[in-house]
């Protein structure tokens, strides 16, 4: 069975990154961008890898800037913007697409047959076998009872 353990992605670095690092993690796996009125989501996103991290969620970060050009930067530009701004430690990748023919193929796995992506910040549950197990709207904010209830299911 396909998980979002076989796909890969080059880091905000440049590095090739094997979802598989990840085996045996919760990951919360969201399209982000830099300019965008859901932007300050930064600060609750790195708040849950803060809070979570040692018991096994890790939050990945997938700049995209396919939504009202609202991730215009470079790699560098975003990381720095993430890292200055918002303090954001869990791990960023370089810009992607999540929708259209140039889509992902993690984010063709995330969605299977469900709909296209609607904005930045679309979040979605993984589990450790790495199985989508929740999908939650941009404007769920990453400290929504009903997400952190989720993360904590899935990682108890």
């Not at 094997?18 to 600060?43: H, I, M, R, W």
């Not at 913007?81 to 993690?106: Q, T």
């Not at 796995?109 to 076998?129: A, V």
């Amino acid at each position: 069975m396909p998980s979002a353990h076989d796909f890969s992605a080059p880091s905000i670095f440049g590095q090739d990154t094997s979802l598989a690092e990840f085996k045996g993690k919760t990951l919360l796996v969201v399209n982000v961008a830099s300019a965008c009125g859901l932007t300050p989501q930064y600060e609750g996103l790195q708040a849950l890898h803060a809070q979570y991290a040692e018991r096994g969620l890790a939050v990945l970060g997938f700049p995209c800037n396919q939504f009202g050009a609202q991730e215009p930067g470079s790699e560098e530009e975003i990381q720095q913007f993430c890292s200055r701004r918002f303090g954001v430690e869990f791990p960023l990748f370089s810009k992607i697409e999540v929708n259209g023919p140039g889509r992902h193929p993690l984010y063709q796995f995330l969605i299977g047959d469900g709909e296209d992506i609607s904005w930045n910040f679309e979040k979605f549950l993984i589990d450790d076998q790495g199985q989508t197990i929740a999908r939650f709207s941009p404007r769920t904010a990453p400290d929504n009872p009903e997400l952190v209830s989720a993360i904590e299911q899935a990682l108890s």
